[in-house]
């Protein structure tokens, strides 16, 4: 195997919450249309104060949930033979579709190593290739200039993964091992770094490269670049019949291509771009990429089960009283100050950590269990961020050796620089959208010609009817915030408003009612996705419109044939 080139430099983790290099130098004419462009060019910049937006960050960031003794977390330790066990879960969006959506994202951005700190590049816009959903993030630069992910016309994988004891077919990625120094992490040899960034995506991407190589067993005589594009389009089938029915609504994908399911020509029923519109090549909208695309920060929850077979935590094959009685016997934060009790990446984890992802896909019918044998839902799409967000660990303290019981204190880590590189994941998103000089959620609403929600109506906290009461408006945090809401937080704002409306309504389900994007987050959510795929001349949708996988209609399906 050939070792790629360490550099002595000891370099940083991709900045979560950050953006990518070139975004801060988006330029505002209405005619401009490049790498990275608006999608509403003439609309004013919101005006708000950085203090302002960070007292927003934390006030849209949970508390934790404890007991007397500062250690229990209820949410945490319920779990029942339902399906939804806790009223933040939202029915209608598994939680694999969470890593599934920051797996999209990390193929369609240009350059994993910037940060809030790299303000101004000047060389920015030199290394940006055109968006596309062509997996560069699995498949790197190819075989020939990354021979190292290579074998040949499969991928090279990493050690075998167990849930628990029991022996599995997920394979951990490939890492670097560095020969002089043991305690170093193991750095996963990728096409892009952040898909290691924490456990779960981790094993997303390394089910992807099963699924590469699956087809190479099914037809060894095929060429890596025909290889490539099944798997491809496989992938751009999902985005376009899972992924943007699940997250956006089946009605506005099929209203922006209309074509879907009538099997007649394309050009009978084109599609229908109202707001992602290029002139020469696609470019990736800052309202998508630092705004509306960040929905899937709400969805996170704050603790997983990976799979069945684990009972402990710092024990795997055994949980302590306490461990039990919390609800922690098997489960795992997705975050944490302590090693092993979260789902940290950019690392080596337990070989026992296994993913059973009929727990977080469809697979099956899987759907249909409850108990610990349930697909965990992701958390509703709201104003609400899980508490393990607001110490991100690429801006913590590392995580420390488990001590003791486990307190809140040491499950949660503190931010190395809380002011030039804040931890907090929300209080980072509003200040990206204010370093790239977004439009106000209410602006972007009347241009697309919709009533803007009313300031009464935009709440911060969660989604749950039973806590709507408490839920302060936006407006009572700052007289700025009138008739003015940061986009990120409008669009999440306009998803919960939504959901309590068809959830009071007639018919509603109460909690248990699906929620996904509204009018105005969803329709930039699709219309960029699917623009990006109809700008790509060899993409499914320009090649072949019509065409469908054989037999895979899901994630689920597509994770299931790659680890079958």
Not at 167 to 183: K, W
Not at 352 to 367: E, N
Not at 503 to 511: C, E, L, R, S, T
Request: net charge neutral; charged share 25%; hydrophobic share 40%.
């Amino acid at each position: 195997m050939t070792s790629p080139v360490i550099s002595s430099k000891k370099r940083q983790p991709a900045a979560h919450g950050g953006g990518v290099r070139g975004d801060n130098t988006v330029a505002r004419s209405t005619m401009f249309a490049g790498r990275f462009g608006r999608m509403f060019r003439a609309l004013p910049a919101g005006q708000w104060t950085k203090e302002v937006l960070m007292a927003l960050g934390e006030k849209m960031t949970a508390e934790p949930e404890v007991d007397d003794e500062n250690k229990l977390l209820p949410s945490a330790s319920a779990e029942t033979k339902e399906r939804i066990q806790d009223d933040e879960e939202n029915t209608g969006i598994p939680a694999g579709y969470t890593y599934l959506g920051q797996f999209i994202d990390h193929d369609i951005t240009f350059d994993p190593a910037s940060s809030l700190q790299q303000r101004n590049d000047p060389d920015a816009l030199v290394d940006f290739r055109t968006p596309r959903l062509d997996l560069d993030s699995l498949y790197g630069r190819g075989p020939d200039d990354q021979p190292y992910m290579y074998d040949g016309k499969k991928f090279r994988l990493g050690r075998p993964l167990f849930e628990n004891t029991k022996p599995t077919n997920a394979r951990d990625l490939p890492r670097f091992v560095d020969p002089n120094n043991e305690e170093a992490p193991r750095r996963a040899l990728i096409g892009d770094k952040r898909n290691d960034e924490n456990v779960i995506v981790s094993q997303l991407h390394g089910a992807m490269l099963r699924f590469h190589n699956k087809l190479v067993d099914q037809d060894p005589t095929a060429a890596f670049r025909d290889i490539q594009q099944q798997v491809r389009w496989h992938y751009q089938w999902i985005v376009v019949n899972d992924f943007l029915v699940k997250i956006c609504g089946d009605k506005v994908v099929r209203d922006i291509l209309p074509h879907l399911g009538k099997d007649r020509p394309i050009w009978e029923n084109p599609p229908r771009f109202a707001f992602y519109k290029y002139r020469v090549d696609a470019f990736m909208p800052v309202e998508f990429a630092v705004a509306a695309y960040r929905f899937g920060h709400s969805m996170v929850r704050p603790i997983y089960r990976l799979n069945t077979q684990l009972a402990g935590g710092a024990d795997p094959g055994h949980a302590t009283p306490d461990e039990t009685r919390r609800g922690l016997n098997g489960r795992f934060f997705i975050f944490a100050g302590v090693q092993h009790r979260g789902l940290n990446g950019f690392d080596e984890f337990p070989k026992q950590w296994a993913i059973d992802w009929s727990l977080f896909f469809d697979i099956g019918g899987s759907i249909e269990r409850g108990g610990k044998d349930r697909v965990q839902p992701s958390y509703k799409i709201d104003t609400s961020l899980v508490n393990p967000l607001g110490f991100l660990p690429e801006f913590s303290k590392p995580a420390r050796a488990a001590n003791g019981e486990l307190t809140i204190a040491d499950l949660q880590s503190t931010s190395v620089d809380p002011v030039m590189s804040p931890a907090n994941l929300a209080q980072r998103n509003l200040l990206r959208g204010l370093a790239l000089e977004l439009p106000s959620g209410q602006d972007v609403a009347r241009a697309m010609g919709v009533e803007p929600i009313a300031d009464k109506d935009l709440r911060v906290g969660k989604a749950v009817l039973g806590e709507l009461a408490t839920n302060d408006p936006l407006v009572k945090l700052d007289k700025s915030f009138a008739d003015s809401a940061p986009l990120w937080f409008y669009v999440l704002a306009e998803a919960q408003h939504e959901f309590i409306l068809r959830a009071k309504g007639q018919g509603g389900k109460g909690d248990k009612e699906p929620v996904r994007l509204g009018t105005v987050g969803g329709r930039i959510v699709a219309e960029t996705l699917l623009g990006l795929l109809w700008a790509d001349g060899t993409s499914y949708l320009r090649q072949a419109p019509n065409w469908k996988p054989e037999t895979i209609r899901s994630m689920g399906d597509l994770i299931h044939a790659a680890l079958s």
